[in-house]
């Protein structure tokens, strides 16, 4: 679920920023967009067949619709200095961005047999700090090399 | 002293790591060969964004240019045109198809007409086939089964 709120938010962004003000970000955009549209693509069907699949695998995709929406939702919050690159055309306005998205996940999740969370509010963290849950992802993704130590060779 | 041609010849031999049967030129990786007193610059694209094999066909292009003696060999990777599987030679379609690897679709720069989600099956030709995963063993392949010949097989993804 996780993937799929983030892929339909990569798509809809990309799909604005082919015409960024800013070159680089124009090209990047449109040699990325295409592949975007495959991983949409792949999480899309997975929503669905877990929405419309049996009772528990629904109810499992709505407890994690329901955990993930208002991260989701903080997305689409400016950062500091947003508002100058939206002015200048090099990003998209989040306002924008968030109704494209809406957009498409509203009826894409509704029609797979989930309901949409609410309050239809941000999470109140900001995106400029790291929750309590970086601790254990980075544990994880350091276990081996603190097992291994730093002088080992593959 | 090299001509241009000479080096879009040569490049045939380098063939792309994941692929072996077809050449970075039959794929459209190649773009531009440049010869300007002894010095060689071949430009290059990459193919899907995150594509691993990149770094190793710029080696072997540029590997291939020296053998035939230039002095120096600058090889340059573009982003932009993107690339796309349109660039793909007629000649190397068969070939992916011999190789059991689906040919992607011509779409024209349409890239949503290939969400026609059918792939005609390289062992019977069989359209009689569904998409099994998205992703398969590398980012630009999809697996599918073919229902009338009962295997599986992939697609190089259309984009």
């Not at chain 1, 601790?135 to 593959?154: F, H």
């Not at chain 2, 002293?1 to 994941?18: F, G, H």
């Not at chain 2, 002894?38 to 990149?54: D, N, Q, Y």
Request: net charge negative.
């Amino acid at each position: 679920m996780r993937q799929y709120l983030f892929d339909a938010y990569e798509l809809a962004r990309l799909t604005e920023t082919v015409n960024s003000a800013h070159k680089p970000i124009a090209e990047i955009s449109i040699k990325i967009r295409p592949e975007e549209i495959y991983h949409y693509r792949h999480t899309s069907n997975w929503v669905k067949r877990l929405g419309l699949g049996t009772e528990e695998s629904n109810q499992r995709t709505q407890a994690a619709l329901d955990s993930l929406w208002a991260y989701a939702l903080q997305l689409f919050v400016p950062l500091p200095g947003e508002a100058e690159l939206v002015d200048a055309n090099i990003v998209p306005d989040p306002a924008t961005l968030r109704a494209a998205w809406e957009a498409t996940v509203v009826p894409w999740l509704t029609g797979t047999g989930l309901s949409i969370p609410n309050p239809a509010e941000p999470a109140t963290t900001s995106r400029e700090q790291h929750t309590e849950h970086l601790i254990t992802l980075l544990a994880e993704m350091q276990e081996v090399a603190r097992i291994e130590g730093p002088d080992v060779k593959w | 002293m090299l001509t241009p041609d000479e080096i879009w010849q040569a490049l045939r031999d380098v063939k792309d790591p994941e692929i072996p049967v077809v050449s970075v030129v039959e794929m459209g990786i190649v773009r531009e060969v440049v010869v300007e007193a002894g010095r060689v610059t071949v430009t290059m694209t990459p193919t899907f964004s995150g594509c691993p094999a990149l770094h190793v066909m710029k080696a072997e292009i540029e590997n291939r240019v020296k053998q035939l003696g230039a002095e120096s060999v600058e090889v340059i990777v573009a982003l932009a045109p993107r690339w796309t599987t349109d660039w793909i030679a007629d000649g190397a379609r068969a070939k992916l198809k011999a190789f059991g690897l689906a040919p992607p679709p011509v779409h024209h720069g349409d890239v949503n007409v290939m969400f026609l989600d059918t792939a005609s099956c390289p062992y019977c030709g069989s359209n009689d086939t569904s998409i099994k995963n998205t992703f398969g063993p590398t980012l630009c392949r999809t697996i599918y089964y073919c229902n009338a010949c009962q295997q599986p097989f992939e697609q190089f993804k259309p984009v």
